[in-house]
């Protein structure tokens, strides 16, 4: 994905930087059991978040020390039998696979080359992920194409051109039976993968621009710069904030955990801190930065 949601660090505690650590450490771990050593490779921030919305219990996780290629000298603490756990691995693989995809039709030609050799690689552990859950494959696939198609036919829409996103995220989740926990958790997922959206297409603004390529914000503003979208600051925050907001409010409906905390943060710091860095262009703090 794209390394936008995480927490700011500076606000949290030790233990719950341990432990957020800990989660990212555990869906890398749980990559590799489920779908191969290369599928670790997939890991990301972003599914991090999800991997911690899917506890439910508000005792501490089991964590144990294991060893892994980023760090094969020293073991590191990760969190084990978590629940959610290959329904996040599954979900990190099929988006990576469905966007080598996409990249195979729209980027030049050394980028669909190199998406098609990464997409030949990743053939086992796609196939392994879409067996396991091929209607969230199906849901992927189809809500990523119609982006496409709006992206292509220059939808000016926000709400319209982030809505088959939006609906990707919304259903990276494993209904556990209980309505107002499901319903909330869709809810809290199809608004961050609007901001995501909205997120990314400031962040990429300036190359989008550059090459030709689709970007809603440059359509719906009319701004062929960063610098002219930066004098539509409210514009942008409005609408990123009433998704925040909306995020905010289903959250308060999900039981409390040992990640809750954590969530808050992301929620309530590390999200509209990455939408501000992206609108300033400070895209060195925005983008993933594999194995910290």
């Given amino acids: 994905m794209y390394g936008y949601i995480r927490p700011r660090k500076s606000e949290l505690k030790v233990r719950e930087y341990e432990l957020y650590r800990a989660a990212y450490c555990g869906l890398c771990h749980s990559l590799a059991k489920e779908f191969g050593p290369l599928a670790r490779y997939t890991v990301s921030y972003d599914m991090t978040f999800l991997y911690m919305l899917a506890q439910r219990e508000e005792d501490y996780p089991e964590l144990c020390l294991r060893r892994c290629p980023a760090h094969p000298v020293r073991r590191r603490c990760a969190a084990c039998r ?26 030049g030609l050394a980028r669909r ?31 990523l194409a119609e982006l496409s198609r709006l992206e292509r036919e220059g939808c000016r829409s926000l709400d319209a051109v982030s809505h088959p996103f939006a ?15 499901d319903r ?10 609007r901001v995501v959206y909205f997120t990314d297409a400031a962040d990429d ?46 959250y308060l409906d999900l039981e409390k955990t040992a990640f809750s905390p ?26 993933e930065k594999k194995h910290e």
């Fill in 184 to 193: 909330a958790l869709a809810e809290l997922l199809y608004h961050v993968g």
């Fill in 262 to 287: 954590i969530v808050e943060n992301i929620l309530l710091l590390g999200l509209p801190e990455a939408v501000e860095n992206a609108l300033q262009g400070r895209q060195q703090t925005t983008k």
């Fill in 82 to 107: 978590m629940e959610g756990a290959t329904l996040s691995a599954a979900a990190t693989v099929l988006l990576f696979c469905h966007k080598l995809q996409d990249d195979m039709r729209d980027e």
């Fill in 113 to 143: 080359f190199a998406a098609a050799a990464l997409r030949l690689l990743f053939s086992g552990p796609f196939r392994r992920a879409k067996k396991r859950y091929p209607a969230l494959s199906d849901t992927i696939r189809t809500q």
């Fill in 205 to 250: 603004l300036p190359e989008d621009i550059r090459r030709g390529r689709f970007n809603p914000l440059s359509l719906r503003f009319g701004v062929k710069s960063r610098e002219e979208l930066l004098s539509h600051t409210e514009d942008f925050h409005r609408l990123c904030d009433a998704s925040l907001a909306a995020a905010a409010s289903a």
């Fill in 167 to 181: 609906t990707v995220t919304a259903s990276l989740r494993d209904e556990c039976g209980d309505p107002r926990r």
